[in-house]
T-cell receptor, first 112, second 117 residues
Framework: AQSVTQPDIHITVSEGASLELRCNYS??????LFWYVQSPGQGLQLLLK??????LVQGIKGFEAEFKRSQSSFNLRKPSVHWSDAAEYFC??????????FGTGTLLAVQP | DTGVSQNPRHKITKRGQNVTFRCDPI?????LYWYRQTLGQGPEFLTY????????KSRLLSDRFSAERPKGSFSTLEIQRTEQGDSAMYLC???????????????FGDGTRLSIL
């Protein structure tokens, strides 16, 4: 069955430090992969997506993610975190049916 | 592009009452999805429509839940005889299905938070 795992429930980084949020997926074929961000009480905003082609994808707000088929991973990265990046981040996969399967999320805290 | 709009933003009701939520998708989007998100979890798929046709329903969608999308525009999600376990954020998303193999990303509304007393 299709599944998404985000191993880190909570991460704290210092402002200006680099960030990597982990995501592993389980799917028989090449999945469609997404990263979304959610601020408290809000809906989800799309950061970036991977459908095919170049395995390093660029998104909004300076985020990027790399698809690694051999590791079944799609980790999200940012070279320098800003205080406004504090939020919850969700990795999701979609397949032929188009419904999204989400991970349980990683809550990012940014300390000054 | 005004985004996906959901109403109401918050709903508080007593157990056993019926509630209805509305979702207005991005105007040119022909696919519309409903998800449920409980505290500390990622959203879980409930159902989706392509135009006015409801193409898939999750097993999470018990017979107390019904969703409609008349005329392929806005959608409503109704919960009858609400239970404590229905307390959650209900999220709507829409996307454009442009053709075979073209899986466009879903754009989410801000959700309706349901609290059952």
């Amino acid at each position: 069955a299709q599944s998404v795992t985000q191993p880190d429930i909570h991460i704290t980084v210092s402002e200006g430090a680099s960030l990597e949020l982990r995501c592993n997926y389980s799917y028989g074929a090449t999945p469609y992969l997404f990263w979304y961000v959610q601020s408290p009480g809000q809906g989800l905003q799309l950061l970036l997506k991977y459908f095919s082609g170049d395995t390093l994808v660029q998104g909004i707000k300076g985020f990027e993610a790399e698809f690694k088929r051999s590791q079944s991973s799609f980790n999200l990265r940012k070279p320098s975190v800003h205080w406004s990046d504090a939020a919850e981040y969700f990795c999701a996969s979609g397949g032929a049916t188009n419904k999204l399967i989400f991970g349980t999320g990683t809550l990012l805290a940014v300390q000054p | 592009d005004t985004g996906v709009s959901q109403n109401p933003r918050h709903k508080i009701t007593k157990r056993g009452q019926n509630v209805t939520f509305r979702c207005d998708p991005i105007s040119e989007h022909n696919r519309l999805y409903w998800y449920r998100q409980t505290l500390g979890q990622g959203p879980e798929f409930l159902t989706y429509f392509q135009n006015e046709a409801q193409l898939e329903k999750s097993r999470l969608l018990s017979d107390r839940f019904s969703a409609e999308r008349p005329k392929g525009s806005f959608s409503t999600l109704e919960i009858q005889r609400t239970e404590q376990g229905d307390s959650a954020m209900y999220l709507c998303a829409s996307s454009l299905r442009a053709g075979t193999g073209d899986n466009q990303p879903q754009h989410f509304g801000d959700g309706t938070r349901l609290s059952i007393l």
